[in-house]
Every structure is written in structure tokens, then in C-alpha cells.
């Protein structure tokens, strides 16, 4: 469909102190793949973000960077008036966290800027629910392949404003 999006993440290196994975970035990079291709997804490769994090760590992804292409897509509904499309596709692959309350039902994505002692993350499931009720997509698709390791030295977040639709408030 033409009007669908994508934001695929996978980060095999991390800081020191949290060791490497080895498939993140294939399994990024195969769904990229199935999502392009006409006899899969069928998306226009200009909506597909691929964003990955190698080995030596760089220090990216961060929450910041996923975050701010999404806060592109609530620019294009408050300019516009229309959604940004009919589905957005969430991919995941990295370290997973389960962070305490207020969000012990969610699963968090280290990022590549993690500390061992500052685990930061992205929440997959508070993520995808901020963008469904801002009405920015008709659905949201939400892909997490991480483990969900409960700890309490982190810092998952999500940055996203937390509104209803913004359409109707408009």
C-alpha cells in the first residue's frame, strides 16, 4: 500500500559493560526486505526507515532518533489535517528490558546509547498506543524481537506526547 510507513530497528552493539548480539541488524535488514518487496509488504522503499546499531557500538539508535521521525508524522496531521497513512509498521531487534511500574506491561528495546548501569530504552507497546490514539496511522503493527529481562536500573520512556486525536482536536 502506498500510503504505508515503517521505522525497523536493530542494534547489535551496545556500550561497554552490555555484551554484543550478533542478529539484530540481519533480522532488521530481512524485514526491511519482506516489507519492500512486492509479495510481501508491497511499501515504497521511501517510507521504510532502517535504522541499526553495529558493532563498534556508535552510540545509535536512541530514543531521540526513533522518535523524531515519528514526530514527523504528527507534524504531517497537524499541517495537514489527514493521516500520514494507513499503516505503520514498528520493528524491534536488540537487548530487551521489562521495566517497574508504571509500565511492568510493556517491553523496552535497549538503545545503542545504553549504560550497564542506565539501561535506556524505547517502550514498543506505550510507543505504538501513543501513535494509534494520535490518529496518525488507521493501524499500528508492532514487532519486538528482544528479550524482556526485568531490571530496575532503567530508563524506558517514551517521549511521544500521550493525546488523543489530534484530528479532533484540531
Not at 497513512?85 to 546509547?113: I, K
Not at 517502550?123 to 528479550?147: N, P, Q, S, Y
Request: charged share 20%.
Amino acid at each position: 500500500h502506498p500510503t504505508d510507513h515503517a521505522i525497523v530497528v536493530g542494534i547489535n552493539g551496545y556500550q561497554p559493560g552490555i555484551p554484543p548480539l550478533q542478529g539484530c541488524i540481519n533480522d532488521a535488514q530481512l524485514f526491511r526486505d519482506w516489507l519492500v518487496d512486492s509479495g510481501g509488504g508491497g511499501l515504497d522503499p521511501a517510507n521504510v526507515h532502517l535504522i541499526t546499531g553495529p558493532i563498534p557500538a556508535t552510540g545509535r539508535p536512541d530514543r531521540a532518533q526513533i522518535e523524531d521521525i515519528i514526530l514527523g508524522y504528527y507534524s504531517h496531521l497537524t499541517t495537514t489535517g489527514e493521516r500520514r497513512g494507513r499503516r505503520l509498521y514498528l520493528f524491534f531487534a536488540g537487548h530487551g528490558v521489562m521495566p517497574q511500574s508504571p509500565f511492568d506491561d510493556d517491553t523496552g528495546v535497549v538503545m545503542g546509547n545504553a549504560l550497564r548501569l542506565s539501561l535506556r530504552a524505547l517502550l514498543g507497546r506505550t510507543t505504538a498506543k501513543r501513535v494509534r490514539r494520535a490518529a496518525l496511522f488507521d493501524e499500528v503493527v508492532l514487532f519486538i524481537d528482544c528479550c524482556r529481562q526485568l531490571t530496575t536500573h532503567v530508563m524506558a520512556n517514551c517521549e511521544l506526547p500521550d493525546i488523543g486525536d489530534v484530528a479532533m482536536a484540531k
